[in-house]
């Protein structure tokens, strides 16, 4: 019988992984360290492009159950609380892009995306608990070996262990991360607990000099996910120097009311320092590749991370199936397709730090631009990401 392929990590990208395998009739193995499959209490953005794998994960239904469907993407001024434009979430852009624009709490994805493997026990076998230590690639298999000291053998292997990935370590071996200077601070509120003039059904960015607060209604508008993020120089002196809540009410000091107000309601925030890479064109050695933040680690300023991960599992399986057992060059032409495409979220995701966080010419420069596009233009600017060519074909 055919080895499965095992896949370190079980995070939003390992499920994808696993889920678009087995709707090619591929078998695998997800290695996860954590004593329990889970994801963290926050929300994430879903473009349009992701609708399209849910489609060919078919979770379609499930995700539909859990998604908020947002009006629009506005962006306000942080510092006068002015609006400056808004991309309408309207029948033009469903035309557009034949896919809607959603928000889900990340729990919500990662159990839809979980059970839905659990329901193929015969191709997905999940295993918690399994930290990997060492890998292996043999030639004609490979093998993880975990810090318990079971091994686990395969046909090929997919790192899906994200930014701080041991199989990039073995396989790439680029260091660390880049730490870039900027924090982010994360809490969901409950809607009663939001002023009730800012319960707008609309994910809203406040961009500020240096700061930015993101808001979006979560789990049916129970919920707001909050995301407030600053540069801290602070941080940059050295890893145990990171910020705390006065920090972030410092850095959000010259903010509009309404904001501070929206920082105020949060008695407890849980902090990321935000890390990433520069692109890299080649992620594969042998039978082993990486997938999601594992490859192309980003900051989250496109909220695409998770979507990339997924596109990933996708386009992954689609490869296989035309392989014929050569995995290796599967992994390669995999890695060909998705190189460009999410070099370009990772650059344009910094770029869209600089432009959310600018001060001075910069920012009235935005403002203008950005104020003066038609919906129209805001839906073609996006087109590159939203509507990409096929994927997984
Ligand atoms: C503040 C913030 C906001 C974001 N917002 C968005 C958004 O709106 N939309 C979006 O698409 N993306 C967003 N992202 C990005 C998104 O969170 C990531 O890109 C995504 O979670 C990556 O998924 P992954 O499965 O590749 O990695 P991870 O989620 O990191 O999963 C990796 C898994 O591997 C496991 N693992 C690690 N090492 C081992 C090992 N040795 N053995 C076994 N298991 C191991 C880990 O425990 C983990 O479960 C955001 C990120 C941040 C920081």
Not at 220 to 225: K, L, T, Y
Not at 268 to 283: E, G, K, Q
Request: aromatic share 10%; hydrophobic share 40%.
């Amino acid at each position: 019988m055919a080895k499965p392929f095992l896949i370190v990590g079980g995070g939003i990208g390992g499920f994808g992984c696993a889920l678009a395998l087995a709707r090619k009739d591929f078998s695998s193995i997800v290695l996860e360290q954590a004593p329990e499959f889970g994801e963290i209490g926050a929300g994430l953005q879903l473009g349009p492009n992701v609708f399209r794998m849910f489609d060919k994960l078919g979770v379609t239904g499930e995700i539909d159950k859990y998604a908020v469907y947002p009006k629009g993407l506005m962006m306000r001024d942080c510092v006068t609380g002015e609006e400056v434009t808004t991309l309408p979430l309207n029948e033009a852009f469903l035309k557009r892009f034949k896919n809607p624009y959603g928000v889900i709490h990340r729990v919500d994805l990662h159990r839809v995306l979980m059970e839905e493997c659990q329901k193929l026990p015969d191709q997905i076998q999940l295993m918690n608990g399994r930290k990997v230590v060492d890998i292996d690639d043999h030639g004609d298999h490979v093998a993880a070996r975990t810090e318990a000291g079971e091994t686990f053998e395969g046909c090929a292997l997919i790192g899906a262990d994200g930014l701080w990935s041991g199989v990039r370590a073995k396989i790439v071996g680029d260091g660390k991360p880049n730490v870039s200077g900027h924090i982010t601070y994360r809490a969901v509120l409950k809607t009663s607990d939001m002023p009730e003039e800012l319960r707008w059904q609309m994910m809203v960015i406040w961009a500020g000099e240096k700061t930015h607060l993101v808001q979006y209604p979560v789990r049916g508008g129970e919920m707001f996910n909050l995301v407030a993020t600053f540069h801290s120089s602070k941080f940059s002196e050295g890893w145990d120097s990171f910020g705390d809540p006065a920090e972030l009410n410092e850095r959000f000091a010259a903010a509009c009311a309404p904001v501070r107000l929206l920082l105020s309601k949060i008695e407890s925030w849980r902090m990321w320092v935000l890390c990433d890479r520069p692109p890299i064109r080649d992620w594969t050695k042998g039978n082993i590749t990486l997938l999601g933040d594992a490859a192309h680690p980003m900051l989250q300023y496109l909220a695409q991370g998770a979507n990339m991960a997924l596109e990933d599992g996708v386009c992954l399986a689609g490869k296989l199936t035309k392989a014929r057992g050569d995995w290796n060059a599967a992994f390669l032409a995999y890695q060909k397709e998705r190189y460009l495409r999410t070099a370009r979220v990772q650059l344009t995701a910094k770029l869209y730090g600089e432009v959310y966080h600018a001060s001075g010419a910069t920012r009235d420069l935005r403002n203008a631009v950005l104020g003066e596009r038609t919906p129209e233009q805001a839906f073609e600017s996006m087109a590159w990401l939203y509507d990409p060519p096929e994927i997984g074909e």
